[in-house]
T-cell receptor, first 110, second 112 residues
């Protein structure tokens, strides 16, 4: 499984778009990229997953370039309630070895 | 919305005692996981379970740990002889398709 690297922390302000980049240089052909969100004292929550190009849902967008060595989670117009730790994972579809990296602590300020 | 349920929410135990943490995964899910999170640290993978057997485990998951699916609904994590460093939040998760997993609210284990 490809190791993922993310910034340790990021700060933003309400209403801004936030982009969190994850590096996964050794990603395997069968690996997907998945992002989770974790609030304090809660379990992680699935946000989005993708394989290539762009995926969008009601919460976020995920951009994965053609070489797949990195990915970017985009959160549009963040609010204070988006303050959380965001984890990027690389895992093979239906291979249930899902290991979290250190994550990115996003702080949204008023 | 279906959810993963964990009990108890908080357990205090004495060092050396056995504890069993319980989880009820979402009913049609096939993959089950246990994670732990020491306060202020990242989420650490312990074990995954599929088709009634362990499919992956981490180096943390040593002989002191075991998992079981005793019936069609429960999924348990047993720690045989707890140590102070086992104090953490333990999360259970389940999924129908990897890697979209659903996590429970966790059990906070305090070893004294």
């Amino acid at each position: 499984l490809a190791k993922t690297t993310q910034p340790i922390s990021m700060d933003s302000y309400e209403g801004q778009e936030v982009n969190i980049t994850c590096s996964h240089n050794n990603i395997a052909t069968n690996d997907y990229i998945t992002w989770y969100q974790q609030f304090p004292s809660q379990g992680p929550r699935f946000i989005i997953q993708g394989y290539k190009t762009k995926v969008t849902n009601e919460v976020a967008s995920l951009f994965i370039p053609a070489d797949r060595k990195s990915s970017t989670l985009s959160l549009p117009r963040v609010s204070l309630s988006d303050t959380a730790v965001y984890y990027c994972l690389s895992s093979t579809y239906n291979n249930n070895d899902m290991r979290f990296g250190a994550g990115t602590r996003l702080t949204v300020k008023p | 919305e279906p959810e993963v349920t964990q009990t108890p929410s908080h357990q205090v135990t004495q060092m050396g005692q056995e504890v069993i943490l319980r989880c009820v995964p979402i009913s049609n899910h096939l993959y089950f996981y246990w994670y732990r999170q020491i306060l202020g640290q990242k989420v650490e993978f312990l074990v995954s379970f599929y088709n009634n057997e362990i499919s992956e485990k981490s180096e943390i998951f040593d002989d002191q740990f075991s998992v079981e699916r005793p019936d069609g609904s429960n999924f348990t994590l047993k720690i045989r002889s707890t140590k102070l460093e086992d104090s953490a939040m333990y999360f259970c998760a389940s999924s129908s398709t990897v890697p979209e997993a659903f996590f429970g609210q966790g059990t906070r284990l305090t070893v004294v």
